[in-house]
């Protein structure tokens, strides 16, 4: 299943490149959870084996991209507030425990936990609604939206990119891994086999 669903969106990535990657973050970053993060991990480790694909434009078309998903997140938070945001909860089955997080945080840090939000698991995806919702400054916000959508956006494509440099040395590491596996696998076979005729 998993392999699957990451050759669908690896093929997406190399049929539809900065447009495929432009969209899932908008997406993910408007509050729809979509793997926006695993699409720019496979958009920046094919940059170095695919050639129509090159990590600075990568870098350029994810960061706005995930700055706008975030503002049309905050716009819908803002109008819609909290009624929007508790059938929103319903309809994607985000736990109440994540929006009670992200709104401490909101309390005790205010904008600049937008800036950290990307970093914090289950926060992406909520925090340009919640910051509406909470009628957080529009300024501030896109400050430390934009700020923080760099810093991830930059991060997250240089690991994937490095992994794509590095593929060889990790695809002989994984053969290796998987050989002493087998070999730990048919030891332990071994020797349960052998208790079993001691036994009888």
């Given at each position: 299943?998993?392999?699957?669903?990451?050759?669908?969106?690896?093929?997406a990535v190399v049929h539809?490149?900065?447009?495929?990657?432009?969209?899932?973050l908008l997406l993910e970053n408007a509050g729809i959870p979509v793997p926006?993060?695993?699409?720019?991990?496979?958009?920046?480790?094919?940059a170095y084996s695919e050639h129509d694909l090159r990590l600075p434009w990568i870098i350029v078309v994810?960061?706005?991209?995930?700055?706008a998903g975030d503002n049309l997140g905050f716009a819908l938070g803002y109008y819609g507030g909290r009624p929007l945001l508790q059938?929103?909860?319903a309809?994607?089955?985000?736990?109440?425990?994540?929006?009670?997080?992200?709104?401490?945080?909101?309390?005790?840090?205010?904008?600049?936990?937008?800036?950290?939000?990307?970093f914090v698991f289950g926060m992406r995806i909520i925090?340009?609604?919640?910051?509406g919702v909470l009628r957080m400054p529009w300024r501030k916000f896109s400050l430390f939206n934009f700020l923080g959508a760099g810093l991830w956006v930059t991060v997250i494509s240089s690991v994937g990119y490095l992994f794509g440099r590095h593929w060889d040395r990790l695809e002989r590491v994984l053969?290796?891994?998987?050989?002493?596996?087998?070999?730990?696998?048919?030891?332990?076979?071994?020797?349960?086999?052998?208790?079993?005729?001691?036994?009888?």
């Open positions: 299943m998993t392999h699957s669903i990451l050759d669908l969106l690896r093929n539809y490149g900065y447009w495929a990657v432009g969209a899932a926006g993060e695993t699409v720019l991990l496979l958009a920046s480790f094919l994810a960061t706005v991209a995930a700055t059938r929103y909860q309809f994607f089955r985000i736990r109440h425990s994540t929006v009670a997080r992200g709104e401490e945080l909101f309390a005790r840090y205010g904008a600049v936990t937008i800036f950290f939000a990307r925090a340009g609604p919640l910051a053969r290796r891994f998987d050989l002493t596996a087998a070999v730990v696998v048919l030891l332990g076979a071994a020797f349960l086999w052998w208790r079993s005729r001691r036994a009888n």
